[in-house]
């Protein structure tokens, strides 16, 4: 998955950069739905949507819930 190894290194230079500032708790849960986001795509989605994504889950966790009903 390309999209995944340019997700894991964006995580990684963010986690370099001493200006960056974030509390553990917030980066933990942000790459964490990151990482479920990126293992369940199967269409392998360009990294800055799974970003997008994963940070409008974060913010609207009840959309995470709703069900499409056809």
């Known amino acids: 998955m390309a999209s995944a190894n340019q997700i894991k290194s964006l ?3 963010v986690d370099k950069n001493p200006e960056y500032k974030i509390n553990e708790q917030e980066a ?16 392998d ?3 800055l949507v799974v970003i ?5 889950n974060m ?4 959309l995470d819930e709703v069900k499409v009903h056809n």
Do not use: C, H, N, V
Not at 59 to 62: G, N, Q, R, T
């Open 52 to 56: 997008i994504m994963a940070y409008i």
């Open 11 to 13: 995580i990684e230079k």
């Open 59 to 62: 913010i609207f966790p009840e």
């Open 28 to 43: 933990k849960g942000f790459l964490s739905e990151i990482k479920r986001i990126t293992q369940e795509d199967t269409i």
């Open 45 to 47: 989605m360009p990294p």
